[in-house]
């Protein structure tokens, strides 16, 4: 099975992509990883003409379709994500306003094959959760439109940098293994000794 963890903040080497590398490497017992960074594409913003929503095709270019790739290979994403003023990045939110010609509100619309599940992990400076729960919102919202099964969320407060994840990585390990968990159990059923 293959697993896309997405780092959905513009900085390719900080606390969120610390986050990114240990879930990878975690998940790598069980699926073939591929990881990307938003920033490392380029993405414009929406024009908002909404000819999409009869071509199911955005008329600008960029990578985007590029970015679809990923997704449409992968049979689990993990998108990570920092709070920028309680909610995801400006860049990740170009990217999801881009995929209108994905969203299922249209028809006709662009669509990616079925059985993907998503995941969340949100990470934030403070201490409150409820900020972490809007940038997880964010993001299953995203994935509702993409017909993506959201299937389980991780809030991370006070870590701010590369070296608060740290302390934290006994629980982002722990996440992980309930995705591994999954596959396991995906492995049982298609070699007909599953429960």
């Avoid at 590398?21 to 913003?45: A, G, M, P, T």
């Amino acid at each position: 099975m293959n697993a896309l963890v997405i780092n959905c903040s513009p900085v390719r080497n900080g606390a969120t992509a610390q986050i990114v590398h240990i879930v990878s490497e975690q998940l790598k017992c069980s699926y073939d990883v591929k990881c990307i960074c938003i920033d490392d594409f380029e993405v414009n913003f929406c024009k908002g003409c909404r000819r999409c929503h009869s071509t199911a095709k955005c008329i600008q270019e960029a990578d985007v379709d590029l970015i679809m790739q990923y997704y449409e290979w992968s049979d689990v994403i993990i998108s990570v994500s920092p709070s920028y003023w309680a909610d995801i990045p400006g860049q990740f939110k170009a990217f999801i306003d881009r995929c209108t010609p994905w969203c299922n509100t249209h028809e006709p619309h662009a669509k990616l094959s079925g059985g993907k599940k998503g995941y969340t992990i949100a990470l934030r400076t403070g201490p409150s959760m409820p900020e972490c729960e809007r940038v997880i919102s964010s993001i299953e919202h995203f994935y509702s439109h993409l017909e993506i099964e959201s299937c389980g969320k991780l809030g991370l407060c006070s870590v701010e940098y590369k070296e608060d994840v740290a302390e934290r990585t006994d629980e982002i390990k722990e996440f992980c293994r309930t995705l591994c968990r999954g596959t396991e159990g995906e492995s049982k059923k298609s070699s007909g000794t599953g429960a």
